[in-house]
């Protein structure tokens, strides 16, 4: 199944490669997409538990989705993530 997330905080390519990268250690998540100017995550994924694995994960690195709140907290760990993702391009 497929599915797409929108989510907050994403900006450039170094995000994009920090969620591809992180996402990708999930069991059953695959097809990976980014789309940096619509903030939106699309990906493959098994079952529906894994789906909420990636939300979940996007929270942990600071992507929260747009039905979610984006705290302080949330912005720097997208800024710590997209310097993250710029430095292992």
Do not use: H
């Not at 920090?18 to 939106?40: P, R």
């Amino acid at each position: 199944m497929k599915t797409s997330i929108l989510v907050q905080n994403l900006k450039c390519g170094g995000c994009a490669n920090t969620i591809t990268t992180k996402l990708s250690e999930i069991k059953n998540i695959s097809d990976i997409n980014i789309d940096v100017e619509e903030s939106k995550v699309s990906f493959s994924y098994t079952n529906e538990a894994d789906a909420f694995a990636v939300k979940e994960k996007l929270k942990t690195i600071g992507y929260p989705s747009i039905d979610e709140g984006n705290s302080l907290v949330s912005k720097a760990k997208s800024f710590v993530s997209c310097a993250t993702g710029k430095l292992s391009k």
